[in-house]
């Protein structure tokens, strides 16, 4: 799921973010066993330790005593009847008398088995009659939920991957040590049992957490659990580099170090898979876009599986009578929402709610995608009552403009309600999206463990979607695109040719580059190539409600009966809103404050097209139409429906002055 491409270009950040975050958990387990007369529960674990169990995207397993009820090499031991001498030598492994390395060469030598040995052996004890009890139902939930499972084992290869077979697990993911044997010259087979690879990290003493700092280099984890029943495996956590939370397990070897110093210990696995997280998804909004996305967030919460979602997802809608009736009781009742997305069904655990208090109670992910303009009365009703824990992101486009500076709406979300937001932007025209048409998205996020949360929510065979670490990015593409959708939309209404539109999209890109970077430098100009950029363009200046209503708003002016946006939205949008024309205003007045109109030719010609200070035909004479001089020529009074409209420009150009 998650791209090559874009786990190298993670990878230098997490591996920062790693080293950061494993000299913390060296440091927390340092506190730890300093602090080790202080009363510990962690029969129960902490909301830090959940949360990491929660977001884990990769969980270790220790395989003897954890994964099976035994020890695979003292079973073999004992199928080949030296049992008693070789778990005597176990113990002294396990009690610090021997090195873990000298250890296993004495049990080997003791064993001195056959290749045929190991395979009559397997054949007498298959792994699925060894399995403890519970594993095989978690290690499926977890992989279910698209975390990686691994084995790290003490033992030998040869007798842990057939148990990685029976679990799913690839032998790429299988960390144990080799057997080395000698090769019969005749047969060309191997024929007896001479040692083990001592390259293997698991041959040596802190071989767990240098197998974990191998996973973690050649993967971008952001959090890796250890679990397992012995020292070896608490030293996971122990050791700079390695797992970022350790779960002892008691269910077949109680230890009591392990016991003691786990950050979780459980006796069964099943309390692992009781705890895993089952997220509660709100949508905020019920507009054409909030009902297409709710409704693959639906059919996402239906499907899976895992139980990672609610199955009931939570709508609020801003209530309305529609022919007589409620909203909300005709959405409930057609599963369909006959007035923003008529046609479209909608799944039936998708429930619509009037109140947004009750939609939001008890969600762990909240989606905005309301009209921007709403958004900052939703946020206050917000304030203060949102879940400890819950996180949100972002569907809408458009910002907010203060004396102090612009400010983006995830922001607004971050601010106002103290949680995390990410955005999803992308070339979304929501009926497509409804008709499950190929549609691609970016997740533009800062934290990147709720990035992956959201991406399986929204993820869908016919909805491809990638994470970005550039929320602003993403966010400023999905607000800008939306002014340069009405330039294509004047063109168009005008009867310009493709060459006409090219160039004007060209230089719409261009301003909504140089505006975005110019505002927040950490925008990464990679951002706009993605689907949030380019490809939402291009789909917002061919489809999409600003460039339709532009076009009319062109035509009605070459007609000689111009119309006004808000009449023509009143008209043509069936209660849908326009975000070019606001968004406009918006950047407008951001330009007006920095003195920068100048240097935006085409959104300052749009801008003033909207008011009807100029002819929508400037929209092709984007550099002229920004140069003449409105402050001191503006005519106060905005053309009105109705109104004839004024031949060429309505005001001098600057350079007659
Ligand atoms: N429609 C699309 O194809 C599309 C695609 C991508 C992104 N977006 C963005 O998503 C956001 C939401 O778009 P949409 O299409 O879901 O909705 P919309 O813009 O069509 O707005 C209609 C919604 O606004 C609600 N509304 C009306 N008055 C309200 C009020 N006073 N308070 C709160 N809500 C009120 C209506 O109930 C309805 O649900 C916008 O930012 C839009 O730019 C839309
Ligand atoms: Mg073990």
């Not at 690839?170 to 960390?175: G, H, I, K, S």
């Not at 809103?577 to 205003?585: F, N, P, R």
């Amino acid at each position: 799921m998650k791209s090559l491409k874009f786990e190298c270009r993670l990878k230098s950040r997490v591996n920062v973010l790693r080293s950061i975050q494993s000299k913390h958990r060296f440091q927390h387990h340092c506190l730890a066993s300093e602090n080790s007369n202080v009363a510990r529960t962690n029969l129960t674990p902490s909301q830090h330790v959940l949360d990491i169990w929660h977001k884990a995207e990769a969980v270790c397993f220790d395989v003897d005593c954890t994964v099976t009820v035994n020890d695979s090499l003292d079973l073999l031991a004992e199928y080949m009847g030296v049992g008693k001498e070789v778990e005597n030598l176990t113990k002294k492994a396990m009690d610090g008398t021997l090195s873990l390395g000298q250890a296993l060469e004495e049990r080997l030598k003791l064993i001195n088995c056959k290749p045929k040995d190991i395979k009559s052996f397997l054949a007498a004890n298959p792994p699925q009659s060894r399995f403890a009890k519970g594993i095989v139902s978690l290690v499926t939930r977890l992989q279910e939920r698209d975390v990686t499972v691994y084995l790290i084992s003490g033992g030998f290869r040869e007798l842990t991957l057939p148990i990685a077979e029976q679990l799913g697990i690839p032998r790429q993911q299988v960390f144990a040590n080799r057997m080395l044997w000698q090769w019969d010259d005749e047969t060309l087979e191997p024929s007896r049992l001479v040692g083990f690879d001592i390259s293997e990290p698991t041959a040596r003493n802190q071989g767990k957490p240098q197998a974990i700092a191998k996973i973690r280099e050649a993967h971008t984890y952001s959090s890796v659990v250890m679990i397992g029943d012995g020292i070896t495996d608490l030293e996971a956590v122990q050791v700079s580099g390695g797992a970022d939370l350790f779960i002892g397990y008691g269910g077949v070897q109680r230890r009591a170090a392990v016991e003691k110093d786990a950050d979780w210990y459980v006796m069964d696995f099943a309390e692992l898979e009781a705890a895993m997280k089952c997220y509660q998804v709100a949508m905020i909004g019920s507009g054409a876009w909030a009902c297409a996305a709710a409704r693959m967030v639906a059919q996402n919460a239906l499907e899976n599986t895992s139980g990672m979602f609610d199955t009931k997802v939570k709508m609020w809608v801003y209530e309305e009578n529609y022919e007589g009736r409620k909203l909300t009781e005709i959405i409930n009742e057609r599963h369909e929402n006959p007035k923003y997305l008529p046609g479209v069904s909608l799944p039936e655990n998708l429930v619509a709610m009037p109140d947004l208090l009750e939609v939001t109670e008890g969600a762990d992910l909240l989606i905005f995608c309301s009209p921007h303009q709403f958004v900052r009365g939703v946020l206050k009703q917000l304030a203060g009552k949102v879940k400890k824990g819950a996180v949100a992101i972002s569907l809408i486009k458009g910002m907010r403009v203060r004396v102090d500076g612009p400010q983006l709406i995830s922001q607004m979300v971050e601010r106002m309600l103290g949680i995390d937001c990410s955005v999803l932007m992308g070339a979304n025209i929501a009926e497509g999206i409804a008709k499950e048409e190929l549609s691609e998205a970016v997740i533009g996020y800062d934290n990147l463990d709720n990035a992956y949360v959201f991406e399986k929510v929204f993820q869908r065979p016919y909805f491809e979607v990638k994470l970005i670490p550039d929320g602003p990015g993403a966010e400023m593409c999905g607000t800008l695109k939306n002014i340069v959708a009405l330039a294509a939309g004047f063109v168009d209404g005008l009867g310009y040719g493709p060459n006409s539109k090219a160039a004007v999209m060209r230089q719409g890109l261009s301003e909504m580059m140089n505006f975005s970077t110019r505002l927040y430098p950490s925008i990464r100009s990679e951002t706009f190539l993605e689907s949030c950029g380019m490809a939402d363009l291009i789909a917002t200046c061919y489809g999409g409600r600003n460039r339709k209503v532009a076009v009319e708003y062109a035509s009605s002016w070459q007609a000689g009966a111009p119309q006004t946006f808000d009449a023509l939205e009143a008209s043509l949008l069936n209660g849908q809103k326009l975000q070019g024309v606001m968004t406009s205003d918006e950047v407008q007045e951001i330009l007006r404050m920095k003195g920068w109109e100048q240097d935006y030719p085409l959104f300052t010609t749009i801008n003033r097209i909207i008011h009807s200070q100029l002819d929508p035909s400037y929209v092709v004479k984007y550099k002229e139409g920004a140069g003449i001089n409105i402050s001191l020529h503006a005519d106060p009074t905005v053309l009105k429906s109705g109104d004839t409209p004024p031949k060429g420009p309505r005001l001098a150009p600057l350079n007659t002055f």
